[in-house]
């Protein structure tokens, strides 16, 4: 064992190799006491904490470690890994065949995850919660929610919405998921049908109530809107204001969820459109159109300040115009785009590139292009998943134009 001494890096993967094989969170003693008999260079300060809790356990044989133990700390950190979750569908009109794929930043590939939300229904929503899980909830006819582990990848149920609700917006802020505008349906008894009925309501839901309950209102229903959170607040961008769907707005208000109240933000946004994306990374709203990016620095004068075209970043000279994604991991923001190459947008010839933005330099690199799987209108988190979900699964094609 002398090479221990000069090589830190087979150090390392020593100690990887002998703890990522304990599944428990406490270790049998004979591991302990194989490590201390095998390594001579115990005395370091990196390994300090592992001899110190082998020494603990050494004095007390007949207890177990304590379970949030340095040993605990370091396999968590060995089984876990940062990736991009994509959520979408595989068919374009029908919305029963979901699938969710994750980008590996290390290995550059695109793996397909075996949960998939089934019973959503066109129009859901999503929203990351911690670091881990994504919920979702809605579509159209659907009171849908539905919660998904990364580390295990498994979808659970979880209460139903009070009402179905589609083309809406979900945010977590703190340990609580909000649910704002969206649309949904009404029995009219004059004329007994189903009417569109458009929500003001705003609906929140915490974990360890594990209920709905209304909580207030924003100033426009709007459908098909963007909203992120900005600290307390809740900012929602653009949507449409009509029926129809027709009419895109440039309102811009927030919802602000300490004190439950509403209201308009300083200036409208620069342009009206729908479908927009947002993300708030630091205090600054980025917010992305079909081919700009845009920025607002200041949540009560909300100035929009215009960054930069991504046209010319995309290496493609036409782009669906309801269909992109966007992400942050807090340095960079990720854009994944749907492009074709013909006038005519047929869906057999189209593809989505993955690009990231550097938000200190403004720069655009490529990460992954002509990506083939999959046709609609999707949604992107950064997240992190367990790496045994990543295990034996399909890779994603790429460049398989």
């Known amino acids: 064992m002398?090479?221990?001494?000069?090589?830190?890096?087979?150090?390392?993967?020593?100690?990887?190799?002998?703890?990522?094989?304990?599944?428990?969170?406490?270790?049998?003693?004979?591991?302990?006491?194989?490590?201390?008999?095998?390594?001579?260079?115990?005395?370091?300060?990196?390994?300090?904490?592992?001899?110190?809790?082998?020494?603990?356990?050494?004095?007390?044989?007949?207890?177990?470690?304590?379970?949030?133990?340095?040993?605990?700390?370091?396999?968590?950190?060995?089984?876990?890994?940062?990736?991009?979750?994509?959520?979408?569908?595989?068919?374009?009109?029908?919305?029963?065949?979901?699938?969710?794929?994750?980008?590996?930043?290390?290995?550059?590939?695109?793996?397909?995850?075996?949960?998939?939300?089934?019973?959503?229904?066109?129009?859901?929503?999503?929203?990351?919660?911690?670091?881990?899980?994504?919920?979702?909830?809605?579509?159209?006819?659907?009171?849908?929610?539905?919660?998904?582990?990364?580390?295990?990848?498994?979808?659970?149920?979880?209460?139903?919405?009070?009402?179905?609700?589609?083309?809406?917006?979900?945010?977590?802020?703190?340990?609580?998921?909000?649910?704002?505008?969206?649309?949904?349906?009404?029995?009219?008894?004059?004329?007994?049908?189903?009417?569109?009925?458009?929500?003001?309501?705003?609906?929140?839901?915490?974990?360890?109530?594990?209920?709905?309950?209304?909580?207030?209102?924003?100033?426009?229903?709007?459908?098909?809107?963007?909203?992120?959170a900005s600290g307390s607040l809740i900012l929602i961008y653009g949507g449409y204001i009509d029926k129809n769907d027709k009419e895109p707005s440039d309102t811009a208000q927030f919802f602000d969820t300490k004190t439950n109240t509403c209201g308009y933000l300083a200036n409208h946004l620069p342009f009206r459109y729908g479908n927009l994306k947002s993300v708030s990374v630091k205090g600054v709203t980025y917010i992305l159109t079909n081919s700009e990016l845009f920025q607002s620095n200041c949540k009560d004068e909300s100035g929009y300040n215009y960054v930069q075209t991504l046209k010319d970043k995309f290496d493609c000279q036409n782009y669906r115009s309801l269909s992109s994604a966007m992400a942050s991991d807090g340095n960079y923001l990720f854009f994944l785009k749907e492009c074709f190459s013909t006038r005519i947008a047929m869906y057999d010839e189209t593809s989505w590139d993955l690009r990231r933005y550097d938000i200190e330099t403004r720069e655009i690199e490529n990460a992954s292009e002509n990506i083939q799987f999959l046709k609609s209108s999707v949604s992107m988190y950064t997240l992190v998943v367990g790496k045994s979900v990543l295990q034996d699964k399909s890779v994603v094609q790429l460049n398989s134009k």
């Open 2 to 228: 002398i090479w221990f001494k000069h090589d830190t890096q087979k150090r390392y993967q020593y100690l990887a190799e002998i703890f990522q094989h304990v599944r428990l969170p406490y270790v049998s003693k004979n591991i302990y006491s194989e490590f201390m008999d095998r390594c001579d260079f115990h005395e370091e300060p990196d390994v300090k904490p592992f001899v110190e809790e082998a020494e603990s356990y050494k004095n007390y044989p007949s207890c177990q470690m304590e379970e949030l133990s340095s040993r605990t700390r370091l396999r968590q950190h060995y089984d876990m890994e940062k990736v991009i979750l994509v959520i979408g569908y595989k068919q374009r009109i029908t919305c029963t065949d979901p699938c969710m794929w994750v980008w590996r930043f290390g290995l550059g590939q695109w793996y397909t995850l075996n949960s998939s939300p089934a019973k959503l229904g066109d129009g859901y929503a999503t929203c990351r919660y911690g670091k881990s899980e994504v919920f979702f909830c809605g579509g159209q006819g659907k009171r849908t929610f539905l919660k998904f582990d990364g580390l295990t990848d498994t979808i659970l149920p979880c209460t139903q919405m009070p009402a179905a609700r589609m083309s809406h917006c979900m945010v977590c802020v703190g340990d609580a998921i909000y649910v704002l505008g969206g649309t949904g349906f009404q029995y009219d008894k004059e004329q007994a049908c189903l009417v569109e009925d458009r929500f003001e309501s705003v609906e929140q839901w915490r974990s360890f109530e594990s209920q709905w309950q209304q909580c207030g209102h924003i100033m426009s229903a709007v459908s098909g809107a963007t909203a992120c």
